[in-house]
């Protein structure tokens, strides 16, 4: 059994070696706790099936349904839920472009995409560049969706085409796992009102102790709705491309109307991988859980010592922590050039800085997502991720905590 923690496992000197995302949007002074790619080794299954493939030169078209057949396992193995059929899946690019395929199926040019704001910005950006219309059903204050909220907007989408739900189970950035009895609520509102659920889980496996990860379908009496799904997240393969589409028992006949050339957007080494993560990937897994849980409880005492005015709810799940920063009043810092993306112009932008965010890269040199980028409510905020080594956390901490208190 693999218990060693894969986030202890690297030096920053290592990290910094990384020519993805998270390690090139910033300079080499700057420790990066944004975007959600995890600082860990990767799973040695995971490791061995892609050299493997490598090796015996099998890096053609995907084909076959072993990544959902591994999916199906997984899911009856870890949440008790046997209610995947994979006679009802789809091989997808990834979970966002999933995501845009299925609202294509079940809504016209114009037509409205409920979303639970505070959420992942390509939530908007996305949805709202396939030329649908974004309506906002905050979540409480504690992180919960509101069923009163959800179905006034559920109500008011009236126009052109049929509604649509983009539901984030688990929720990105506030970690909130939605429980069984929301999410049969979400279903019963769903079919009253005739909108189609899309369902974005990728960070299902990745559900901490004292929660537990309720599948969408599984609640979905009238099987209308869709999940997506991908190892991605959870075995950090992010730049490993694919992702599982389900429809519920109600969605099938639309689920095959998918155009056929979206087969061909997946990766197949991106197959083998996720397959391996999800077949033998498990020991890694639980360790990977243990160093995230041991981190949120780190960065708990380390907001306490350094950041007392900063209020967050640790989350349920994930590695990401949604600070809520206004008491530092940080607001006026603006948007910073050197970002990724550049300054933060509009909401969406992943890439894009300002706010606490902008006065943490700025000053501290630490890196955060920005609050305002994740729709209403989001100012004075910002995302951090956690899935790092202690002694980076406690660092981007120390440093985040002299910019609060105006040393640096």
């Known amino acids: 059994m693999t218990t060693e923690n894969p986030f202890e496992q690297l030096s920053l000197q290592e990290l910094r070696r990384r020519s993805s995302m998270k390690w090139r949007a910033h300079g080499d002074d700057v420790l990066p706790l944004w ?9 040695e299954p995971v490791v061995r099936a892609v050299t493997e493939a490598v090796a015996r030169g099998d890096t053609g078209y995907p084909a076959g349904t072993g990544y959902a057949e591994a999916l199906a396992e997984f899911a009856s193995d870890r949440w ?16 966002m472009l999933g995501v845009v395929e299925m609202l294509r199926l079940v809504t016209e040019p114009g037509g409205t995409v409920v979303v639970n704001c ?73 079919e009253r009102y005739g909108v189609r659920v899309v369902a974005d889980e990728i960070h299902a496996p990745l559900v901490l102790p004292g929660a537990r990860f309720t599948p969408y379908l599984s609640v979905d009496g009238a099987g209308r709705g869709f999940s997506l799904m991908s190892a991605s997240k959870a075995w950090n393969l992010a730049g490993l491309k694919c992702a599982v589409a389900t429809a519920g028992s109600g969605a099938g006949a639309d689920l095959s109307r998918l155009p056929e050339e979206v087969g061909h957007g997946p990766s197949h080494v991106a197959a083998i991988a996720h397959t391996a993560a999800l077949r033998d990937g498990g020991d890694w897994l639980d360790a990977a859980l243990r160093g995230i849980a041991a981190n949120r409880d780190l960065l708990g005492e380390l907001l306490a010592e350094h950041l007392p005015d900063v209020s967050w709810l640790p989350p349920e799940a994930s590695y990401l922590a949604w600070l809520d920063c206004t008491a530092l009043g940080l607001e006026d810092d603006g948007g910073v050039p050197e970002s990724a993306g550049g300054p933060a112009a509009a909401t969406g932008d992943v890439t894009a800085i300002a706010g606490p965010a902008a006065a943490f890269l700025q000053r501290a040199r630490v890196a955060l997502s920005s609050g305002p980028a994740f729709g209403s409510g989001g100012r004075g905020h910002a995302r951090l991720n956690f899935g790092t080594s202690s002694a ?17």
Request: charged share 25%; proline share 6%; net charge negative.
């Open 35 to 43: 975007v959600a790619e995890m600082d860990v080794v990767l799973a």
């Open 80 to 95: 008790a839920w046997d209610g995947l059929d994979v006679g009802r899946t789809a091989l997808v690019p990834d979970v």
């Open 118 to 190: 505070p959420v992942y910005p390509p939530f908007y950006s996305f949805v709202e560049h396939m030329g649908r219309r974004i309506v906002e059903a905050p979540l409480t204050s504690t992180g919960r969706v509101d069923a009163e909220t959800l179905e006034e907007a559920f109500a008011g989408t009236g126009g052109v085409g049929a509604a649509a739900y983009l539901l984030c189970n688990p929720h990105n950035p506030t970690g909130t796992v939605h429980t069984r009895a929301e999410l049969e609520r979400v279903a019963q509102l769903a």
């Open 392 to 408: 980076i956390l406690v660092e981007a901490v120390r440093r985040m905590g002299e910019v609060a208190r105006g040393r640096r």
